[in-house]
């Protein structure tokens, strides 16, 4: 499909399927044994039919996935999803396109300013480490908490426009 339609009129209609069927935002994950939360920029969409899932593959890469009905009688669930450079190139191209998910998108490339920053604000020692080839611990440093304030500011924020926030508050 994409071989057949070219340019700004692909690029639009991707961006009206991740407007009326994806979301755009941050995905934060806190494994354990972290000391700092991690921070991710995503692009995701589910729907029952593959073929525009397929288009978005075609365009900015990640692969369509099956997932499983979440109710007995429900059609089967296909999945697109790209993260963190993948999904800032996306949103670069698509942003003018973009109508509803404009908000969320600008706030994922404030996110992904933030993380290329993200070394300098490594300062918060959590700790001491060995090094691959050292003898003696060096400092373990995890992101200040002021960086961790403006990421989860940022993930906040997606969370609300997305209408999750209000969906955990309601549960």
Known sequence: MTTAIKGDVTLAYAAGIIDGEGYVGIKRASHKGRYTKGYHARIQVRMVDREPLDVLSDLFGGSVRHERPHFLMHRQLFAWEISNAKAESAIRRLLPFLLIKHRPAKRVLVLRRLMLRG?????????TRYAFGRKDAIPNKAYSEQFIGWCDKLWMDCRKFNGLAAIEAAA
Do not use: A, D, M
């Open 119 to 127: 070394l300098r604000h490594r300062t918060r020692v959590v700790g």
